[in-house]
């Protein structure tokens, strides 16, 4: 794939060297989502049918604009412009100046209230489109998630999955692991290793009738350095 | 304008409309966090996919309006005027303004309906906080024939808009719009925002003043203060069923080159009121009872 081509735009806006951007927690699971997993392309952004992803975890979205970019939503000159006044790119993204961004996002636990109620609209609408959060270990620790977590299983939005990035962020930690905070509600769960790009592809596509599916993708916090 | 449902509450006719409109238009939903979840029963047996409650879950009520709203679809959410407005105060200002999405607010408690459930069941800083927010429509209806009109104006949109249902009303409605005058005066001019009306009038009965009257303060409406003003002169009370002074910047812009005089009214923001009772005690604690209302005027205009 076309890790090559992806570090080199991140290098645009980081102009850093490449540890940064393999160090980027979200790489892998984003690249699988965009080449292998959604039905979203830059000519489909408008499309009501098409499937949504949602950061919610909005915070260090380098590697969402690489490949976005990589992707054709974003004309990849505009990496450069990055964090400058004018740019449509930020630190964190807005859906209002980032094409094929389906939310802003910053401040963390507002994507899955999103995703669930955009699941229950296309639901509604009798649409058949995946909606896909990411979030992160860390930013599980906002209420607002487990809000968020009953509800989609009580309501089986079945188009609904929830990957969370877990890099060991969270300050108190996990006991137990993150799948079963999902699991107990009704969830399906899968944990796979956050840089294996059979396994989450095989996690997010797995069949999970009835309920929704959390893909905990785990990333190894020593990779940080 | 007759008053025809002298005897329904704001939030019969509220369910009511939203209930017929959900038989009309597909973009209609409903979001409750259990409170009047009840009500909309009908309802969600007719459109279970389009009225959703997420139980005691208000945070989530306004995500899932958020993405309702991302999907075309045209949410309306309703609780108690706290749980609404103040709890899920960051989902209002980010799962909705940032998103660039609208749903219609409809709230119910107003700033103290029924003061024996306490501080923690009273609302008076919702049109405040919302005004900290840009591109919200703010209703505070004053009478049950009022909500209507309101309401389905609002449901036919898409923008962002808070609908302040109460127990409390006036005898009778008025036309809703932009500022409707009640009486003509030549020494001053107050302005009354929704159930405030009928108190306003008793306090200025014999008093030589021009009454306003708002059943909908955001977007305020300046053009009509202005032509009061000019008529009335330059002293204004403005009296609002919520937090003291919520639309004195919005009169201070209406009357940026105007020298004038204001006295705001309303519920007090130097005091939390540790008490229970009536919503009546509660005016009269708060100024907004005929008597407070009249001392104001009188003490401005006179």
Redesign the interface.
Known sequence: MATRELAGLFERMTGDEKHEWAAASTVDVLWVLYDRVLDVRPATVDD?DRDRFLLSKGHGPMAFYAVLAAKGFLDPDLLGTWTEFGSPLGQHP???LVPGA???SG?L??G??????????????RRQSRVVVLLGDGELDE??NH??I??AA??GLDRLTAVVVDNGSASLGWPGGIAGRFAVEGWHTATVDGRDHDALYRAFTAEHPGRPSAVVAVIDPGEWG | MTSQDTDRLMREVFVDTVSAALDRD?RI?V?TADISAAAFAAARARHP??V?N??I?E??M????????????R?VVHSYTPFLVERPF??LK??LG???VGAVLASIGGSYDDPVWGRTHQGPGDVALLDTLPGWTVHVPGHPDEVEPLLRAALAGDDRVYLRLSSRRNREAHPTGGFTLVRPGRGGVVLAVGPTLDAVLEAVAGLDVTVLYASTVRPFDRAGLRAAVAAAGPEVVLVEPYLAGTSAHEVAEALADVPHRLRALGVRRDVEVRAYGTAADHDAVHGLDAAGIAAAVRALTG
Request: overall charge negative; aromatic content about 0%.
């Open positions: 009501p807005d859906r209002v389906e939310i802003g401040s636990g507002h899955l209230g999103l995703g669930v109620g955009t699941a229950l609209g296309l639901r509604a609408q209420g607002s809000e968020s009953a509800l009580r309501l | 597909p939903a979001v996919d389009r959703i997420v139980g879950r945070q989530a306004i995500g899932v309006a958020g993405g309702l709203a991302l999907t075309g679809m949410p960051e989902q980010l799962d940032h998103q660039d």
